[in-house]
């Protein structure tokens, strides 16, 4: 079994666990954050690397959703306020490019995304977000370092 048929068949196999697990003990966790992780792991290149742009992308964009909607809710005002701030965020996430750990613009915006969309506007909410993202990025390396085990094994 090639490498990309062996990732492709760990992934799989991973989030239906996940999705499993997730439903049978109840977990307050999102499993679709996870899949954006993990997709965001791929698009990163992978390895170590990716795990780390991945990572701190990803739970960057949970901070500054966090950040922008607390600002927001401080200020108050009409929804051109709440646009300004929401703008200022796109703005320093794309700021934050400038620093190399911090670099991966997509990842930050799909956490951001994903800490929108699933409404966190508290630390505890936020800390959920990531701690999903962060699973669905380890579950992305582990799958590609077990692919690449076993297509290793299988040449």
Avoid: H, Y
Wanted: some cysteine; overall charge positive; charged content about 10%.
């Amino acid at each position: 079994m090639n490498a990309s048929t062996a990732r492709a068949l760990l992934v799989g196999l991973l989030v239906a666990l996940w999705v499993w697990v997730s439903n049978t003990a109840r977990l307050n966790l999102s499993v679709w954050a996870g899949v954006v992780a993990l997709g965001c792991f791929f698009a990163a290149g992978g390895g170590v690397s990716g795990l780390q742009k991945t990572l701190f992308g990803t739970v960057s964009g949970v901070v500054w959703v966090l950040v922008a909607d607390a600002v927001r809710v401080a200020i108050g005002g009409t929804s051109i306020v709440g646009a300004l701030v929401w703008g200022a965020m796109a703005c320093g996430i794309m700021f934050q490019a400038r620093v190399p750990l911090l670099s991966f613009t997509a990842g930050a915006f799909a956490g951001a995304g994903v800490a929108r969309l699933l409404g966190a506007n508290t630390v505890n909410e936020g800390i959920r977000v990531g701690v999903a993202l962060a699973i669905g990025a380890v579950l992305a390396f582990g799958a590609e370092r077990v692919a690449g085990a076993i297509a290793a094994r299988r040449a």
